[in-house]
């Protein structure tokens, strides 16, 4: 492990104007600019580790404040003595006996947090010179498992046991490696429908989409009943009846309001309503799942979810059925890693929150390991896709046939 040393952390604050052609925009932000609280790291010896949290615009100085606050914690230290105890570094990052108070574990904080850490992944990455996804499925179980902080969720499952079930998803891996290879992840895309589109953009991206080989579609709902219906009859007419189409209402509804509202659309044949009610209200969303199931339609969250702790109570009362893990909202990828070995024990799916900036970038990696080295299963999972801000990046995402391509070589920017 190299004993390089990190020198420095630079952060930005970059902002894109999305708002002005309602990109991005749904029934809670209705006017997002796209943006970004960004971390660069730089070692003595002149390598990058670049990371990032994703933001809607006014407030990300308040992040960018607090990626500062943090980096004394960072700066100074050798990359060899993070990564080679990693989870008990995540906890000096998390823990720190005054900063702690301004989470714990939540919001800013832990925003900020997931910008820095993923910042030092990229680094490892690069003096491993590897793609993340390679990285993560190159360790064995016991290194994997040693970048996790259990605190919290041992309740659930212990390292020992986390070990086990990595260990018996070596099985067939290379094969699985060989697979992602050739024919990517699939993705689904939202592109089609953020809800300040209008009728005719709504129906042209739905026919662009439908030729590029999309076989799922997400759709913004939850301000006005009367549109919802008007919006999913198109989508549906275009889509037809065998592809998938989804919902996303980001938190709008009280817990009555959202089964009420989603039985008048289930007509559409809806495979999840998303981000129903609060995203902390863990006995809310069990009791919209319970009320959908003979519907058929299942409940999804998790890009607003705090913490490994609220994911633990999500996934261990059934709440959901499709576990939305955000790249840049919880503790970057080690607490990550632990919400997908809890879905994996739990039985349930994991379909990753993108889009935003860079968020199609970083959560690619972290579904091709878990296909890899954990679930080594694809069915029925996808990565969710927008294409914006990708020309912004050195390593932009590669979609073919509606497939994430696995990143294949590390470009340093120089
Ligand atoms: C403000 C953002 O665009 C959200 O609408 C978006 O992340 C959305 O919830 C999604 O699932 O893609
Ligand atoms: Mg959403």
Redesign the pocket.
């Known amino acids: 492990m190299s004993d390089v040393k990190i020198v420095s952390l630079e952060s930005k604050d970059v902002r894109f104007p999305t708002s002005l052609g309602a990109h991005?925009?749904?029934a809670m932000?209705k006017d997002?600019d796209?943006s970004c609280a960004y971390v660069i790291l730089k070692t003595e010896n002149g390598l990058e580790g670049n990371g990032l949290t994703f933001t809607?615009g006014r407030g990300t100085e308040i992040v960018v404040t607090a990626i500062n606050t943090l980096s004394t914690i960072v700066v100074g230290k050798l990359a060899g003595e993070i990564f080679n105890d990693f989870g008990n570094f995540w906890r000096s990052l998390t823990s720190e006996t005054q900063i702690r108070w301004l989470g714990p574990e939540k919001g800013v904080m832990h925003l900020a947090t997931a910008a820095i850490i993923n910042a030092l992944w990229d680094l490892w990455g690069k003096i491993e010179k590897k793609p993340v996804w390679r990285l993560l499925a190159d360790l064995t179980p016991e290194q994997l498992v040693s970048v996790i902080d259990f605190r919290y969720i041992s309740d659930v499952i212990t390292k020992e046991e986390a070990i086990e079930i990595l260990r018996q998803s070596q099985t067939g891996k290379e094969q699985r490696i060989q697979t992602l290879l050739t024919g990517g992840y699939p993705a689904y895309t939202?592109q089609v429908g953020?809800l300040g589109y209008t009728e005719e953009t709504v129906t042209r991206l739905c026919h662009e989409y439908l030729a590029l080989g999309y076989t799922h579609f997400?759709v913004?709902v939850g301000q006005n009943i009367e549109d919802d219906i008007r919006r999913l009859r198109t989508v549906r007419k275009i889509v037809g009846q065998d592809n998938i189409v989804s919902i996303?209402a980001?938190q709008v509804w009280d817990v009555n309001q959202a089964i009420e509202w989603v039985k008048r659309l289930a007509e559409f044949k809806l495979l999840w309503i998303?981000?129903p009610t609060s995203p902390d209200d863990v006995l809310g969303h069990l009791a919209i799942s319970n009320a959908l199931k003979p519907l058929g339609i299942g409940v999804a969250t998790g890009?607003m979810c705090c913490n490994r702790v609220l994911f633990k109570q999500f996934l261990q009362s059934n709440a959901i059925q499709y576990c939305q893990i955000d790249s840049a909202r919880i503790g970057g990828v080690n607490e990550i890693l632990s919400v997908y070995l809890m879905a994996k024990k739990l039985g349930i799916k994991v379909c990753p929150?993108?889009?935003?900036v860079g968020l199609c970038e970083m959560v690619q990696h972290l579904q091709m390991w878990d296909y890899v080295a954990l679930s080594g299963d694809k069915e029925g999972r996808w990565v969710?896709y927008?294409d914006q801000q990708h020309e912004h990046f050195v390593n932009p995402v590669v979609i073919k046939n509606a497939h994430y391509q696995a990143p294949l070589v590390i470009n340093v920017h120089k």
């Open positions: 991005g925009s749904d932000h997002p796209y809607c939202t953020w997400k913004k996303d980001n998303e981000e890009e929150h993108a889009g935003g969710e927008v």
